[in-house]
């Protein structure tokens, strides 16, 4: 496990955040690049399931077109989504943005270099958008699946949590069955494999013990002077 200010990163596994380094990530990703959210039509499924008290978002699309790293399927579809966990954590939710195709580093240079070392806890906003950006964990606007995961969540729950904790998980961690639509074209004619409930409670489970045992990083305990 690899520890930042603000954020644990297990490689190959995900990175969890506290809400003040997503709502920077996120609100500086729709200023820099806007136009990285998917467009609604252009996606071909979007399901929401209510599972005991879960919301699971699922979505699917024609994304990777080429991949230059393997060969790939011409018709295979990417997906991406979320999991939204109200109350697990006691006193917070947790949201958990999910794709089958992004790998994920903290960026953080900001955050463990300059904001760290002078003492301070990550901000959910600064003063210029040039520190903002620099202050940064993850770049959503160069993950458009990730980055469409955390529009359709903000458009679902409408308003934020008062206390919450971010999982960004990595591409391959939910082993995501593959979807195949036979064409090049668009179709909404094909089914997503279900995402098994024993799954979901797993990973729940997995991510109330990581913020549990790293609360002072991911739940701060006061508000801390914005910049």
Known sequence: MNYGNGYVWDRNKYVVM??????????????????????PNALEKLEFE?????????????FNVVNYAQPIDPFVRNQGGFIYYP????????VVFYTDYDYVKPYAYG???????????????YRT??????SMAVLYYKHPLLFTGAVLWEQAIKHRPSDFVVAVLEENYL????????????????ELPPIPVDTLNKLGDELYEVVSQNEQVLLPNSEQERD
């Open 50 to 62: 209510q599972i005991d008290n879960k919301l699971l978002c699922r979505f699917a699309l024609r």
């Open 18 to 39: 506290c809400k003040e380094i997503y709502i920077n990530d996120y609100e500086t990703s729709l200023k820099v690049a806007p136009t990285s959210v998917i467009a």
């Open 87 to 94: 109350g697990l954590l006691d006193s917070a939710d947790l």
């Open 129 to 134: 958008l040039s520190k903002a950006a620099r």
């Open 175 to 190: 082993q995501l069955q593959p979807v195949s639509a036979n064409t090049l074209l668009w179709t909404d004619q094909y």
């Open 111 to 125: 955050l463990d270099y300059e904001e760290a070392k002078v003492g301070r806890r990550p901000r959910d906003h």
